[in-house]
């Protein structure tokens, strides 16, 4: 049973710290998306990945964030440096172009 | 602007009856998909059914259909024979043209014993 897996599960962390969260997508999906859920904005895209070059981080606050996948197993998002605001749960979902989106199950960040 | 709408911010029903969770949405593309996704307690997104805009015919799986009214630009997600494990949050998204998921501000359905 194929599964988009992310880590850590729940993450805390203190303001100004660095924060990565980790992405293995599905194998053999070439497309990788970033969420954000919060519950003042609900789901938002950041970015996402084709083939694992960006394609869209126009939803990503580019001073502090950064997403890249270093080979197409892994997918990451970085927080530099973490503020509160950022607290939020954060989903990577997989999938083939124009196909169904796969989520896996989040990291729930909190930035005290 | 493209937009999913989720009018219904809570729901409850009886076990085993029917409830029906409404969607709707603006968009100028002719070509798109529109998905139903699943957020029980454990915060995982689950797929629950998928419409693709260019099909006339309602997607259907086991319990769950949709109304697609592609004029009135619809989506409503039907639950029949009703569990208590269907009690989550339920959204409606679409890719309106891209690959990039709109979502609407969700349902909470909860499943009465």
């Known amino acids: 049973d194929a599964r988009v897996t992310q880590t850590p599960r729940d993450k805390v962390t203190e303001m100004g710290q660095e924060v990565t969260m980790r992405c293995q997508p599905i194998?053999?999906?070439?497309?990788v998306f970033w969420y954000r859920q919060t519950m003042m904005q609900g789901l938002e895209l950041l970015a996402y990945?084709?083939?694992?070059?960006?394609?869209?981080d126009s939803g990503m606050p580019k001073d502090r964030f950064s997403a890249e996948m270093p080979d197409a197993t892994l997918a990451t998002l970085k927080i530099q440096p973490s503020e509160p605001r950022d607290s939020a749960v954060y989903f990577c979902?997989?999938?083939?172009?124009?196909?169904?989106?796969?989520f896996g199950p989040g990291t729930r960040l909190t930035v005290l | 602007a493209q937009t999913v709408t989720q009018s219904q911010p809570e729901m409850s029903v009886q076990e085993a009856e029917t409830v029906t969770l409404s969607c709707t949405y603006d968009?100028?593309?002719?070509?798109?998909?529109l998905f139903w996704y699943k957020q029980p307690p454990s915060r995982q997104m689950i797929l629950v059914i998928r419409q693709e805009a260019y099909k006339q015919q309602n997607a259907t799986e086991n319990r769950f259909s949709v109304n697609f009214q592609k004029a009135a630009k619809s989506f409503s997600l039907k639950i029949s024979d009703s569990q208590l494990g269907d009690t989550a949050m339920y959204f409606c998204a679409s890719s309106f043209g891209n690959e990039k998921l709109t979502f609407g501000t969700g349902t909470r359905l909860t499943i009465i014993p």
């Open positions: 968009t100028s593309e002719s070509n798109y998909y």
């Open positions: 979902a997989s999938g083939l172009v124009g196909q169904t989106q796969y």
């Open positions: 990945f084709r083939n694992r070059a960006p394609l869209d």
């Open positions: 194998l053999g999906h070439n497309t």
